[in-house]
């Protein structure tokens, strides 16, 4: 929002929150009639061609913004070298709005004289929509952006654009309602002109719009992509193409390169930003960067593709949860999903800063169920293997293996690496100390009894084996896993089989039962220790988050969630990888040994990563 928001702030259907897009369902459907139903001399390919341009303008845009996640968090070519914000992910939440805005003006506009069955395309009429926003477009919007940087304006209207610094590539379009009405009224100079001198097309007209959100895209994305020998072949275009790093200068610098897409009106009027040019040699040379901490975790669900910071941001930026919309999307996730079986590689997800160390995030392009059959082990570790073995020539100094990445029967704990590797100099971390550390951290104070009940994992040993030595009565639900544990801790460890459920304190991992969940009593608490949290199906209980804590508010460029977890909140195994690199530790923490887990823990808090909480209500009732 502007700091003093003006008249016509808000686009008309805010109220209307996500169900907007039904503002144009009713020309939707009269298009789609018109076109099928009615008799052949009715039929008007232009009108019923809106719908569809509209849904190529929504690909197009996410297309960029995915494009420019992936380049910024590699770091080659990158401009501004800062970190988004869960505030300007919210922010620019509804960058769609200007295409429903300018889908309800076509859809208008058709009643025009002139506007119906437009030939697919006229010479004379794209020569003249290139005149007409080389010349009278271009100079108006400078002007007309100059204007806007006045302060009055300023602070009711432009102020909410310029929020962003760090600007992504639909940042171009998050302004104000009025705002939009007054670029509309510039960009409609060419279209309303062919229209009424009958020279307009369809490829004149979508290719325009197309231009427009190109360029406005482009001149945002934060990485340099104009290679230098343009410019040498042809000198004058450094007046009529601006590039991204001149555009971002307007973003930083305030007063400067105000020009639309042409820098021309900003030479002839002498607001050229002297840096312009220093700093788009230094972008193009910036290589792509080599982490300090490396985080490998692997896609979900076949939908995780879109809550990754590289799919949705809205999504992405929220908790994983499943989106009835994203169904329709199916005929997109089945093709990458192809894709990633076929030709799989493991690829970059996100960059983070804190304090000195440099921290990203790898995906393997594998899906949880692929990780459950037995066939995939082989490819699945060599994935894993190939990106430890490619941090190690990187240069990165720790790598922490997240969710399944780290199973037992998969790689044993991440030891198999090492133990192929064993001159390596990178550190394998695991995450379990911390993540044992965590649970302990998450049972109420005073607690005597607790059930521990699923798959038996490393963590869950090292659980049992911790509240048994402070005293904590492990109760098993099945001899089967009492005996289990018994073995490896001995008879003497605190150990039982509950012989009713009135422990309120449920330790749980993968193979917690339906009918399990359901036997617990009321106001049950229960605790994960497993890496993926189990289904919520009683009401009258609570649910802690998977092993996590905290981040501290230096961590610079959290704009996403990590998977199921809330905002700036990290998952056990990756805080164990930078707080891992930040102590300077010379060990791996990885397969079937455990780091001291009090010295992990408050190693932790030192560097500022924080217990997470839930409501603590259920606990006078222990």
């Not at 002839?268 to 040019?277: A, E, I, L, N, R």
């Amino acid at each position: 929002m502007a700091t003093t928001p003006g008249v016509l702030t808000d686009w008309p259907w805010t109220p209307l929150g996500s169900f907007k897009h039904v503002v144009v369902a009713p020309w939707i459907i009269h298009g789609a009639y018109s076109y099928f139903v009615k008799d052949e001399k009715d039929k008007d390919l232009s009108y019923f061609l809106i719908f569809p341009f509209m849904l190529w303008r929504f690909l197009h845009n996410q297309l960029w913004i995915s494009l420019s996640r992936y380049r910024t968090a590699k770091g080659n070519g990158r401009i501004v070298d800062k970190g988004l914000e869960f505030e300007q992910v919210d922010r620019e939440r509804n960058w769609d709005d200007q295409i429903l805005f300018n889908a309800i003006l076509f859809y208008l506009g058709r009643h025009l004289p002139g506007a119906v069955n437009l030939p697919f395309w006229r010479t004379d009429g794209v020569i003249l929509t290139i005149l007409l926003h080389a010349g009278p477009v271009e100079f108006l919007y400078y002007w007309l952006h100059r204007a806007l940087h006045h302060h009055f304006l300023y602070s009711r209207y432009h102020s909410h654009h310029h929020s962003s610094i760090v600007t992504e590539p639909i940042t171009s379009v998050i302004h104000p309602f009025a705002e939009h009405i007054s670029y509309f009224t510039l960009f409609a100079i060419p279209l309303l002109t062919t229209i009424l001198t009958g020279t307009s097309s369809i490829v004149s007209f979508a290719g325009y719009v197309s231009y427009i959100d190109f360029m406005n895209n482009m001149g945002h994305c934060n990485f340099e992509l104009i290679p230098k020998w343009l410019f040498t072949i042809f000198p004058p275009l450094k007046y009529l193409l601006y590039t991204p790093s001149y555009h971002s200068l307007h973003h930083t610098q305030f007063k400067t390169n105000y020009c639309l897409f042409m820098p021309i009106y900003d030479y002839v009027y002498g607001t050229t930003d002297k840096s312009s040019d220093p700093l788009y040699e230094t972008s193009l040379k910036r290589e792509e960067e080599s982490p300090d901490v490396l985080h490998l975790t692997h896609l979900t669900t076949p939908e995780s593709i879109y809550h990754l910071p590289l799919g949705f941001a809205a999504l992405a930026s929220r908790p994983y949860t499943r989106t009835w919309y994203l169904w329709l999307m199916w005929p997109v996730t089945l093709w990458s999903m192809m894709i990633t079986w076929i030709h799989g590689r493991t690829f970059v997800v996100d960059r983070h800063r804190f304090d000195k160390l440099r921290l990203q995030t790898w995906a393997i392009p594998k899906y949880s169920l692929q990780y459950f059959m037995q066939w995939q082990n082989e490819a699945i570790n060599g994935l894993i293997e190939d990106a430890i073995l490619e941090a190690e020539e990187k240069g990165v100094k720790v790598l922490s293996l997240g969710l399944l990445n780290q199973g037992e029967e998969l790689n044993r704990y991440g030891g198999l690496y090492v133990q192929r590797h064993p001159h390596l100099k990178i550190q394998v971390v695991d995450g379990s100390s911390l993540a044992v550390a965590v649970i302990l951290n998450s049972i109420p104070k005073g607690t005597t009894q607790v059930v521990l009940r699923g798959k038996l994992t490393k963590v869950a040993y090292a659980i049992a084996h911790a509240l048994s030595q402070k005293g904590v009565q492990v109760a098993t639900l099945y001899q089967t896993e009492y005996l289990k544990l018994t073995k490896s801790l001995g008879t003497e460890s605190n150990l039982v089989v509950a012989k009713s459920y009135a422990q309120k304190i449920w330790l749980v991992g993968d193979g917690l039962t339906e009918k399990e969940q359901m036997s617990a009593p009321k106001r049950t608490l229960f605790v994960p220790f497993s890496q993926f949290p189990p289904k919520k199906l009683r009401k009258d209980c609570f649910y802690h988050y998977t092993p996590a804590m905290k981040t501290p508010t230096s961590l610079e460029n959290v704009h996403a969630c990590e998977n199921w977890l809330p905002r700036r909140v990290m998952s056990a195994s990756r805080v164990a990888g930078i707080v891992h690199a930040l102590e300077g530790w010379k060990e791996h923490d990885c397969g079937y040994t455990m780091s001291n887990i009090d010295k992990v823990w408050q190693a932790s808090l030192v560097h500022g990563f924080q217990p997470l909480t839930i409501s603590t209500i259920h606990t006078k009732n222990q």
